[in-house]
């Protein structure tokens, strides 16, 4: 039995009279960790944008929950990271514990039994990524990494049922890469947060997601990594609807 969480049916958008989504069409199942590639200008931040319900839908049907989008009511249960979340400069006056705490919604009634307070959440979204001894240090003393780490607290405070990360890896340094990868791959099989990890790098996503979207436009491949990255590069290029000859295969 599928259990979609969001469903795409039929979405065309454009821009003044320039078209960036044509007939799209897929779901996002509970549970599964999906990789959405594509080349830049390939329309996936207006993807991201139209799930999210932050750019309205112009033609075509989006569900959340079995909700149409236009009427869902989110209360944390999708939550986003965008790529410019890694970007606080030294010195930035706010602590990891505040930065974390803004995520928290307080939809909760303290006054019911088994309520935790906002400092045992924001502990144990940090103690998810490992980085709860970093509690009271200044994010902006921390590395692009580990900042993103902290942003990844910050999304998941709320335990959402669905993550979307936009580039995450932007800033995080090379070798730290394989981890933050490895990280999002326990919270997706340990906490069965649902992951959409949108990224330009296929080679990098295939070993870790379940499921592969590559968008150009219109979707050119959505099904199996390992089926993906089994094919020629031709092959690849023709679904991918441009030359990638970049793919690694370091892992
Ligand atoms: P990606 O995230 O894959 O780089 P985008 O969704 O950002 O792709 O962009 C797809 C196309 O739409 C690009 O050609 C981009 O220039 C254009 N575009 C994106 N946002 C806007 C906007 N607000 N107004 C006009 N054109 C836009």
Known sequence: MTNPILSVGNVH?????QPVLEDINFEVEEGSFVGLVGPNGSGKTTLIKLLLGVEKLQRGQITAFGQ???KFKNKGRISYVSQKANSFGRGFPATVKEVVSMGIINNRNPLLPNQKNNLELVKDALKQVNMEQ???RNIGDLSGGQQQRVF???AIVNKPKLLILDEPTVGVDSQNVEQFYQLLAK???ELGITLVLVSHDIGAIT???TDLLCLNRSIHYHGNPNDFENMSDEQRSKLY???????THNH
């Open 152 to 154: 990844i607290a910050r």
């Open 241 to 247: 609807g441009h030359n990638i000859n970049t793919i």
């Open 68 to 70: 149409p989008i236009q």
């Open 187 to 189: 919270l997706n099989q």
């Open 13 to 17: 958008h454009r821009y003044e009279q």
């Open 134 to 136: 970093y509690l009271n």
């Open 207 to 209: 070993t870790y997601v």
